[in-house]
């Protein structure tokens, strides 16, 4: 245990990135107490899923009644891509001086901020010290999304209405601006305009399996015109 | 346990279930062929579509506003982040701020 990289780790969650975390925790708190979720999983899932997009799927398709399976199975979706996430972080943080569980326990700390800055910083810091700056930078983004879903939760049973919309908006708008300015390939700007069409649009015909659609249908189709844009054309 | 408790214990492994399974198959697979595309694509169209149903067609308190108020402020929420030095925390501020002024003119 490399207490020291673990603290650096644990330091360096509390800057910007953190800030825009406890932003958007903050407007999950919110819409998962004007969903009437109960606090505890509010908290719990934040400790236990721990990504974002998962998290607002469950709590968004519970409220609308939606069947458990497919629930989980939009979840899961959400999520699959913490499998290529993790494949490619492993050869960074690897070290012989650690027992292969280790790397089992440390996946869990694997989530789109600790991701960026890991591939990132990784790198920078003696390979032995680098799973234990993957924990502590985690620890400390779960504790500040730990905490701000709390504060939005009890903040949005609190204030007037008038500002609570605001507080409900915050996940939306963070991911409707995080989306669009990150996006990077050609590929995923078209995933992004065909299931952001998709969504509204099969939630008037479906609202309960719309989130899953969408994500079946929108990225289909993308996959698909991105390949018909890529085969050039005789 | 109640419903949701077990949705939440579902979703946690199913969740996990990906995080272990990348530190199993990390040097043994490659990330770049047709299913992790797809996944990719079916990832961001599934958070584009739920982000975007929740702006046009929200439910609870979000569906006492005007659509074009909501969709207005996240084009400011937008514009911010590029206008000042590309700061998320700003953008988020700006586009949640606006609705509830623009909310409170009406």
Redesign the interface.
């Known amino acids: 245990m490399h207490a020291a990289a673990f603290r650096t780790g644990v330091r360096e969650a509390f800057g910007?990135p953190g800030?825009?975390l406890a932003?958007?925790y903050i407007?999950f708190g919110a819409l998962a107490y004007?969903?009437a979720?109960?606090l505890w999983?509010v908290i719990?899932?934040t400790v236990?899923?721990?990504?974002l997009?998962?998290q607002?799927?469950?709590v968004?398709m519970?409220?609308?009644g939606a069947p458990?399976i497919a629930?989980?199975l939009?979840?899961?979706?959400?999520?699959?891509?913490?499998?290529?996430?993790?494949?490619?972080?492993?050869?960074v943080i690897?070290d012989r001086s650690h027992r292969p569980w280790v790397?089992?326990a440390a996946?869990?700390c694997?989530a789109m901020s600790s991701w960026i800055i890991c591939m990132r910083r990784g790198p920078e810091l003696p390979a032995a010290e680098r799973v234990d700056y993957l924990c502590g930078l985690a620890a400390g983004f779960i504790a500040i999304g730990v905490g701000a879903s709390a504060i939005g939760y009890y903040i949005a049973e609190s204030i007037p209405?008038?500002?609570?919309?605001?507080?409900?908006?915050?996940a939306?708008?963070?991911?409707?601006?995080?989306?669009?300015?990150e996006v990077r390939t050609r590929?995923?700007a078209?995933?992004?305009?065909?299931?952001?069409?998709?969504?509204?649009l099969?939630?008037?015909l479906t609202p309960q399996w719309?989130?899953?659609l969408?994500?079946?249908?929108?990225?289909?189709?993308?996959?698909g015109l991105?390949r018909a844009w890529e085969r050039p054309r005789e | 346990m109640s419903?949701?408790?077990?949705?939440?214990?579902?979703?946690?492994l199913?969740?996990?279930?990906?995080?272990?399974?990348?530190?199993l198959?990390?040097?043994r697979?490659s990330?770049h062929g047709d299913l992790?595309?797809?996944?990719?694509?079916?990832?961001?169209?599934?958070?584009?579509?739920?982000?975007?149903?929740?702006?046009?067609?929200p439910?609870?308190?979000?569906a006492?506003?005007l659509v074009w108020h909501?969709l207005l402020?996240?084009m400011l929420?937008?514009a911010a982040?590029y206008l000042f030095r590309?700061n998320?925390?700003l953008?988020?501020?700006v586009?949640?701020?606006s609705?509830?002024v623009l909310?409170?003119l009406r």
């Open positions: 910007v800030g825009v932003a958007s407007g004007s969903s979720i109960p999983i719990a899932s236990t899923i721990w990504a997009p998962g607002l799927v469950m968004d519970w409220q609308l458990l629930i989980l939009a979840v899961m979706l959400t999520n699959a891509r913490f499998l290529p996430m993790a494949v490619t972080l492993m050869p690897r790397y089992y996946a869990q694997i209405q008038v500002m609570r919309i605001g507080m409900v908006f915050l939306p708008v963070y991911f409707f601006v995080f989306l669009i300015v590929m995923a078209i995933a992004l305009v065909c299931g952001g069409i998709a969504g509204p099969l939630y008037q719309s989130v899953l969408a994500g079946f249908i929108g990225g289909t189709l993308a996959f991105n | 419903d949701i408790g077990l949705l939440l214990l579902l979703c946690a199913g969740t996990y279930m990906w995080r272990g399974l990348g530190v198959l990390s040097g697979i990330i992790f595309t797809w996944v990719t694509c079916v990832t961001y169209s599934m958070i584009a579509g739920l982000v975007m149903r929740i702006i046009v067609l439910s609870g308190l979000l006492t506003s909501r402020a996240c929420g937008l982040y590309r998320l925390l953008a988020v501020g586009g949640a701020g609705l509830v909310n409170y």
